[in-house]
């Protein structure tokens, strides 16, 4: 091997080092200042950084949002690469990162909204912000109908199930567990008198999800 050859191998092997370098040293703190706005559109750069450096210190435990609100962090776990945030009165962000079988880091993100009645959006995306596919797939409220009640009683049973086909669902991250959880609020779109003929065929399961080859998998009930 001629001299300029190794030379250049040399600086081909050195530019791919500093490139894994720098992909295997995200940290959820980089990953979260430095995401796209777009994706959070309450707070900007400069005051997800300076939540984040206040609640290091102890110093505030909150920022004013873009929409002159405060917002705080509720989770912040560097060990597990955890973020969640209470971004304004009626929404929450979580950011977590996912690193699988030693493969380059997934970025997790679960967006919520109580308007009033909560409901999540979740979403993957590799460290250079395009998106994965990491299948999730969101459950629906007829999922949490227990099936025994529902067998046994005289009440119209298609009528039970399309009540319940107004979803509204929460998720949330595991803080040091690779999991989602999932909770029904469906419920509390309902009027009072349906929601109390449907109480009894409604199980209030939180359902838990694991990472499997790349799905997500429901845990048995």
Not at 92 to 105: A, D, M, Q, R, Y
């Amino acid at each position: 091997m001629t001299l300029q050859k190794l030379k250049n191998k040399i600086i081909i092997l050195s530019s791919l080092l500093f490139v894994f370098q720098g992909v295997f040293s995200q940290t959820i703190e980089s990953v979260y200042t430095n995401m796209p706005d777009v994706l959070n559109p309450t707070l900007s750069k400069q005051n997800r950084l300076e939540l984040l450096e206040y609640f290091k210190v102890g110093q505030s435990d909150s920022v004013t949002n873009r929409f002159g609100n405060q917002a705080y962090i509720t989770v912040f776990d560097s060990v597990h690469q955890v973020i969640k945030v209470k971004n304004t009165l009626v929404s929450t962000f979580e950011i977590k990162l996912f690193n699988i079988n030693g493969n380059v880091p997934i970025v997790g993100i679960i967006s919520t909204v109580c308007a009033p009645v909560c409901q999540s959006a979740i979403q993957f995306y590799d460290t250079a912000w395009n998106v994965v596919p990491l299948k999730f797939k969101m459950p629906d409220a007829t999922d949490w109908i227990n099936n025994d009640s529902l067998i046994k009683t005289v009440k119209d049973k298609q009528w039970i199930k399309n009540v319940m086909k107004t979803s509204f669902i929460t998720l949330s991250f595991g803080v040091d567990t690779n999991t989602i959880s999932a909770k029904n609020n469906s419920l509390q779109f309902l009027s009072v008198e349906d929601k109390k003929q449907l109480d009894p065929f409604v199980n209030d399961q939180i359902f838990v999800y694991h990472l499997k080859d790349k799905i997500w998998v429901k845990e048995p009930n």
